[in-house]
């Protein structure tokens, strides 16, 4: 990916150097003046990171190497954001330092004002002269940049085509099994009625506060039902923290692990996208996926176990398929265990596998410019552009329009990662069924997903094999 230049053009609201800009001050500690004085020296840095990366990404330019104009637009909108200047309010850093102790604050605040004008003028430098250049650009990279991106995150030389049409067969599959669910949660309504009856009637969180307090009594409700019985979550992997993201963030629910030491815990980030109601029916089992036995589970105990693993495995060297696909892996055993247990609740289930399965048939069919398949139901036999993956999007998914357009817009800024949710769980299930037939009577889920959680990272190449030899 380097010697091609793909780093010169890398921009995008997830997964771009820019988003580092502001997740190097909110994953840092705030409880002594030392650590205040290191977000100090931070915010002063701040300037000097942005514009090394307009460096690089003029450098783009001059190879014509450039970022589609839909990823430019967005990511200046993204830092106008953290400016405020969307509602009229204080620009983010400024917020951040507020609560440092009073005699840190001039420094701080003015520290937060550079940084805050650095962040205004790489927007507008967005604007003014890089969006020009990249006109044009089309939001496809073609199959050779694909390609290399999508074994960048799955660790596996993918055959796309295989990939593409084994998602198209469980979408069939999930629609139907969505239209079972549908019925029990509306008589007589198609999914996309019963959702949105659920969303107008179902159970529903309202504030940001109680939302954020609800998620956290899910997990720790989650720890305290699996512990001891199915996994075994002890010391430091029994906290975790639930947060709201802060304005700016991408659209989807996120995790980040935890520090090495422990001293800062892993955290779930709910971005709110303006909103005041929460229903709850398409929330559990997201957070069964970002906490517990999730994202949190598996790599809080790499983590935990960096003495048998290394650094670089249970930080540089995550698998982004690997890691995605137990995420998605465990929202399935939540639901084979009994604890989604309403009609509204596996809907919201289903409604998340559905997500994950259109994401490999839209990122593969999109990049690659695929036909649809004469079967499919919805524009057979045409070609897929991104406005028709926004269409089939809004036909077949839960979500509201702000989220479906930032995961549009997400798949085409970072091709090849949003497909390592379900191709990673299929690793995780072919993997587990395998160690299952070499077990034989004697298998034990328990004891399989202890020695897999520590095994730290593979690619799918390896994945399967590495399971079923647990």
């Known amino acids: 990916m380097h ?22 001050l909110t994953l840092a500690p705030t409880g002594t003046d030392e650590d205040w004085a290191v977000i100090a020296g931070r915010l002063r840095h701040l300037p000097g990171a942005l514009d090394g990366y307009r460096s690089s990404l003029g450098e783009g330019v001059s190879r014509k190497l450039f970022a589609a104009p839909r990823q430019v637009l967005v990511v200046a909108d993204q830092l106008t954001a ?64 694909y390609q290399r991106s999508a074994r960048y995150y799955t660790g596996s030389d993918l055959d796309l085509e295989e990939a593409y049409d084994w998602a198209w067969s469980e979408f069939h599959r999930l629609l139907a099994e969505e ?37 956290q009594a899910l997990m720790d409700g989650a720890i305290e039902a699996l512990d001891g019985v199915h996994f075994d979550i002890t010391g430091p992997l029994r906290r975790v923290e639930s947060k709201i993201a802060p304005p700016g963030t991408g659209v989807a629910p996120h995790y980040m692990a935890p520090s090495l030491d422990f001293s800062r ?9 303006g909103r005041e109601k929460f229903p709850t029916w398409g929330l559990v089992s997201t957070w069964y996926h970002e906490g517990v036995p999730g994202h949190h589970l598996q790599l809080a ?8 693993l290394s650094r670089y495995q249970v930080t540089l060297g995550k698998i982004s398929a690997n890691v995605e696909g137990w ?20 809907l919201g289930y289903l409604d998340k596998q559905m997500l994950r399965a ?17 079967d499919s139901g919805f524009h057979p036999g045409e070609q897929w552009t991104p406005e028709l993956a926004a269409e089939f999007m809004a036909a077949h998914l839960g979500q509201p329009p702000k989220r479906l357009a930032g995961e549009l817009t997400r798949y085409l800024g970072v091709p090849g990662q949003a497909i390592g949710y379900k191709l990673g769980e299929r690793a995780w299930l072919a993997g587990r069924e395998a160690a299952q037939r070499r077990h034989g009577a004697g298998f034990d889920l328990k004891a399989w997903h202890m020695r897999a959680l520590v095994q730290g990272s593979f690619g799918l190449d390896d994945l399967v094999d590495n399971l079923a030899g647990l």
């Open 265 to 273: 815990p892993g955290r779930t980030y709910l971005p709110t996208l």
């Open 358 to 374: 259109v994401r490999v048939i839209v990122d593969i069919g999109v990049h690659l410019d695929l036909r649809i398949p004469a």
């Open 179 to 215: 239209r079972v669910e549908a019925e029990l949660v509306l008589s007589g309504a198609t999914v996309q009625e019963a959702m949105l009856h659920l969303n107008e009637h179902g159970p529903a969180i309202h504030g940001e506060e109680p939302v954020r307090e609800w998620l």
């Open 301 to 308: 105990s790499w983590v935990a176990a960096a003495d048998r």
């Open 82 to 145: 953290w400016l405020g200047e969307d509602t009229g309010g204080t620009d983010w850093f400024t917020g951040f330092v507020a609560p440092a102790p009073e005699h840190l604050r001039d420094e701080l605040g003015a520290a937060a004002g550079e940084a805050a004008a650095a962040v205004a003028g790489f927007r507008d430098w967005l604007h003014t002269d890089y969006l020009p250049a990249a006109e044009g650009t089309p939001d496809a990279v073609g199959r050779e940049r």
């Open 3 to 24: 010697e091609a230049g793909d780093q010169l053009r890398q921009l995008s609201p997830i997964g771009s150097p820019v988003t580092s800009v502001r997740s190097m």
């Open 327 to 346: 995420a998605l892996y465990a929202e399935r055993l939540m639901n084979d265990l009994g604890f989604l247990d309403t009609p509204g609740l596996r």
